[in-house]
């Protein structure tokens, strides 16, 4: 039996992180993990309950509450309690707040304790920002994926195009924000893991990418086996 492995993949908003990550874990069998749709749920909830300004009230109801995360078929469902919010998770709203909650620390504990134990057993392709700096720096393969900016904007506008009114400079305004809150918070911040493989997405196609990723985890549990 080839040992599985746990394989990190980090990167910006827009970076092509999550589609990709999605196909890997499909194509080898592994199973797949959204962390960012973790701090979304998170996020959701804080606004709903109209606690974003109290982020002392944001962590004790997440700490009351049963956040999981199912995983299945390649899509991942979060279930707060007993209620899917799944499909809530995207919008505008909580893109514009999400890294204002994901800097909170506690908030962070929580999920992270969350995230080891979803991942320790291997077989998993996790994705997020801080996957092979935190959660798993000792993940058997680390990926950080990049893009321009103008890249990532033109992806997300293809997303979200359709479900909300949106328009493309909102978009850019709102990715390069959460660059800089991302990369620029003292807990975690969104940075290269030590020994992580740099794939600048701006110029690959999709095929391209995945393919490069699927080709070194299959050399590295070949590693493994011999
Ligand atoms: O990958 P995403 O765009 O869905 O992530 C949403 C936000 O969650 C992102 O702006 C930063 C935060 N995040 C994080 O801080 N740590 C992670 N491991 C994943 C996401």
């Given at each position: 039996m080839p040992k599985k492995l746990i394989i990190a993949i980090d990167g910006p908003a827009g970076s092509g992180k999550s589609t990709t990550a999605r196909e890997v874990a499909t194509r080898i069998g592994y199973v797949y993990i959204d962390t960012g749709a973790m701090y979304r749920a998170v996020t959701f909830i804080a606004i709903r309950e109209n606690l974003l300004k109290n982020h002392a009230a944001v962590t004790e109801y997440l700490k009351a509450s049963e956040i999981s995360i199912v995983a299945a078929e390649g899509e991942n469902r979060i279930i707060w309690n007993d209620e899917?919010?799944?499909?809530?998770?995207?919008?505008l709203e909580v893109n514009d707040n999400v890294s204002e909650i994901s800097s909170i620390p506690e908030v962070r504990e929580e999920l992270i304790v969350k995230q080891r134990m979803v991942g320790q057993s291997g077989g998993v392709v996790m994705e997020g920002r801080?996957?092979?700096?935190?959660?798993?720096?000792?993940?058997d393969l680390k990926f950080f994926l990049t893009a321009s900016l103008d890249e990532r904007t033109k992806r997300r506008f293809k997303e979200v195009r359709g479900t909300e009114q949106v328009d493309e400079e909102n978009i850019r305004k709102n990715l390069s924000e959460r660059d800089d809150k991302d990369s620029g918070?003292?807990?975690?911040?969104?940075k290269k893991a030590d020994g992580a493989i740099e794939i600048?997405?701006?110029?690959?196609t999709f095929e391209e990418q995945v393919t490069m990723i699927v080709d070194t985890i299959r050399k590295t549990e070949k590693e493994f086996r011999s």
């Open positions: 899917d919010i799944t499909l809530k998770l995207r919008s801080d996957i092979g700096t935190v959660v798993f720096p000792q993940a918070r003292s807990v975690s911040p969104l600048d997405t701006s110029d690959l």
